[in-house]
């Protein structure tokens, strides 16, 4: 009986093929596999392949070159045999920090069969370093040529990699990959855009309520809110193509206008405007907190047994300085505001003189866009007799041009009529929002300043937009500090002289509800059908003090901590 021979271990093969190398025979992984086993078969050594097939050498990541790490791990292996040197990394960091450390750790080495070498660690260095510098610059080159590749593809108007999702990836004439709209989905991408900038949905909200129409991810499931802002930020909506920070004109076609995405766009850089919660916060992006300068966020609250729901504010933390959170009621915002408010006023001629400003504003506005829709109207005709006579001319054979060229030209005015198109529409809509942003402004201002407890939250954010400058709470002190802007800061001033309604030595503005006007009282009596409930929380003076914050230092005027 004869004796098992004792195994020698194992050679182990490892072969790449990426993208970018081409379809030379000797690089087929087939033929790295059938020259590497050869190899070890010849040397009466167990044979293990490994391969990775449209990976780059760039990095180490890939999956079966892990495998084969952690085979070697485990295993007696005499070397690793590669068709060349760069299968194994194409990367000079890669090979000198991670490569060749393992190597001696686990007492194995590298073989290349076609740069003719059993063992690595026996080159010269400098040959080494001509090996591994050759791969490397190799690397760059083809980085290069792929990135040349792609920019060009960019500027020609051609998508990028694949269709995101409202667009499918097809094929033109020319075999070119490019995208169309899906017309299972595309309709729900405008629907987003569309729903974004009226402020009633959030991101995660617009993904809920989209999904109940049938706009569901491959899962089923509702797409997340960072899908969903993805989408309200990716130019290739509106047919452009986005690379390196450059906007190019798309081929696609693009499934909302222009006008209607840089609408969106505002929307996320408009810090003044409430539209992260289905719930609407009157102070959001307004109220910051003392001890850290952050914004402060609104959350909403369910009142124990039923008895209601009910706003607070707190301190979003970014920085941890604090240890324990503490809220603030929205009610109590709101009767400070009233307080702010009513610490000045409008005089009759002033108020007369804005009122007549606005109705000018608005028939000036009303006049514009008259004249602006007439004028893009002319345009649009001119560009439909354009295309109309186009075809005409072509059909008769007095148009004297190529087919391509006239296709390029019609698909041109054809874009240029969209947009004109999307103008007219959309001017209407932006002048319809001013006039209706106008008229509640002269509504309010002839109104008492006791029914800002009773305005609509469109209408407050509106007040503080106009005469609020920040708000700054402290948590320590329970101190709202209110800074107006100039002018209204300067009408504080002038009923302060007028009506002497606080004493000199006092510096901060503060009131209960007892020392309200009747009329402030009614409406509250309105709002909170019960006035004690109110009472049993205490008196405003001792849950919230409010001050006005002063604009400049050194005033000796009235009523002001630090002067204005």
């Known amino acids: ?13 490892y072969g790449r093929k990426s993208k970018e190398d081409k379809n030379a025979k000797s690089m087929s992984l087939e033929n790295q596999e059938k020259l590497c086993r050869e190899y070890a078969l010849a040397q009466g050594y167990e044979f293990k392949y490994f391969e990775d097939n449209n990976l780059s050498g760039d990095n180490l990541k890939r999956k079966s070159y892990q495998d084969m790490v952690n085979f070697i791990k485990t295993k007696r292996v005499k070397c690793i045999v590669v068709y060349q040197l760069d299968r194994i990394t194409r990367n000079i960091e890669d090979y000198y920090g991670i490569v060749q450390p393992m190597l001696r750790a686990y007492n194995t080495t590298i073989a290349s069969i076609n740069q003719h070498f059993d063992d690595v660690f026996t080159l010269e260095p400098m040959v080494l370093a001509i090996y591994i510098g050759m ?22 108007g051609y998508a990028l990699g694949k269709a995101p999702v409202g667009y499918l990836n097809k094929r033109d004439k020319t075999k070119r990959g490019v995208i169309v709209p899906d017309p299972d989905k595309a309709h729900y991408i405008k629907r987003i855009y569309e729903l974004y900038p009226t402020s009633v949905f959030s991101l995660r909200g617009l993904g809920l309520e989209l999904a109940k129409y049938g706009f569901v991810d ?9 899908r969903i802002e993805d989408i309200l930020k990716n130019p290739i909506y509106m047919g452009k193509i986005l690379y390196e920070g450059e906007l190019y004109d798309g081929r696609h076609e693009a499934i909302v206008s222009p006008e209607l995405f840089y609408r969106v766009q505002l929307m996320f850089k408009d810090t003044r405007k409430t ?3 289905n719930v609407q916060f009157t102070y959001s992006n307004y109220l910051t907190c003392a ?16 008895s209601g729901d009910y706003i607070y504010y707190h301190c979003s933390n970014y920085t941890k300085v604090h240890t324990k959170e503490k809220n603030i009621r929205q009610d109590l915002i709101d009767e400070a505001m009233q307080e702010i408010i009513d610490s000045f006023n409008i005089p009759d001629e002033s108020l007369k003189r804005i009122k007549e400003q606005v109705f000018s504003a608005i028939s000036n506005l009303q006049a514009y866009e008259y004249k602006s829709i007439e004028e893009l109207k002319k345009q649009y005709s001119k560009l439909t007799d354009i295309i109309s006579n186009s075809v005409k001319q072509k059909l008769c054979g007095e148009l004297d041009i190529d087919d391509l060229t006239h296709k390029e030209l019609m698909k041109k005015w054809q874009a240029e009529k969209d947009e004109i198109g999307n103008k007219i529409s959309n001017l209407s809509a932006n002048s319809k929002d001013t006039i209706i ?13 006791e ?15 106009t005469i609020i400058d920040k708000i700054v709470f402290n948590e320590d002190t329970n101190t709202l500090s209110v800074k107006l802007k100039p002018v209204f800061e300067h009408l504080r001033q002038i009923k302060l002289q007028k009506k002497q309604e606080f004493s000199a030595n006092v510096q901060t503005l503060t009131g209960t509800l007892e020392k309200r006007s009747n009329s402030a009282k009614q409406v509250l009596k309105n709002i909170h059908p019960d006035v004690n409930e109110i009472k049993d929380y205490g008196t405003r003076q001792k849950l919230l003090n409010t001050k006005i914050e002063p604009l400049h230092k050194g005033s000796k005027k009235l009523n002001v901590d630090g002067g204005t």
């Open 1 to 13: 009986m004869k004796n098992k021979t004792q195994s020698k271990g194992f050679i182990v093969g």
């Open 135 to 156: 791969a490397t610059q190799e690397l760059k080159n083809i980085k290069d040529r792929t990135k040349s590749v792609i920019k060009h593809r960019a500027q020609s």
């Open 218 to 226: 491959k899962y089923g499931r509702a797409y997340s809110k960072k």
């Open 275 to 277: 539209r992260t919660h």
């Open 291 to 306: 001890k850290c300068g952050y914004s402060m966020v609104g959350i909403l609250k369910h009142g124990a047994h039923k």
């Open 437 to 449: 942003r106008m008229n509640i402004l002269a509504d309010f201002a002839n109104r008492l300043p």
């Open 451 to 465: 029914l800002y407890l009773k305005a609509t939250v469109e209408e407050k954010r509106l007040m503080l937009a």
